[in-house]
Nanobody
Framework: QVQLVESGGGLVQPGGSLRLSCSAS????????MAWYRQAPGKEREVVAT???????NYADSVKGRFAISRDNNKNTVYLQMNALKAEDTAVYYC?????????????WGQGTQVTVSS
């Protein structure tokens, strides 16, 4: 059974920091592209950051320079360090695992963790 379990969300003041974690089980973690998505109320889910198995990262323009995604393949865990948080970062953050080949595509999602940035 595949599970992605997020943790680390919460309430933080503008300018503060949070670190999200996503622990994966039931998959060959190192074979998956891992990503963080977020969905704010009334908005579509959007990709925040992506990290490939070799460590290459991509970020949404809105978080570049403030967020950092990393992974520990020995612990089957992906992290999202969020600094200089803004009110507009408020959303439910989801962990995503994806593997694709010539004839298949497999995607898993975590249950989400709420991040609220407010004074």
């Amino acid at each position: 059974q595949v599970q992605l379990v997020e943790s680390g969300g919460g309430l933080v003041q503008p300018g503060g920091s949070l670190r999200l974690s996503c622990s994966a089980s039931g998959i060959i973690f190192s074979s998956y592209v891992m990503a963080w998505y977020r969905q704010a109320p009334g908005k579509e889910r959007e990709v925040v950051a992506t990290i490939f198995s070799g460590g290459t990262t991509n970020y949404a323009d809105s978080v570049k320079g403030r967020f950092a995604i990393s992974r520990d393949n020995n612990k089957n865990t992906v992290y999202l360090q969020m600094n200089a948080l803004k009110a507009e970062d408020t959303a439910v953050y989801y962990c995503n695992a994806e593997a694709a080949g010539r004839a298949f595509r497999t995607v898993y999602w975590g249950q989400g963790t709420q991040v609220t940035v407010s004074s």
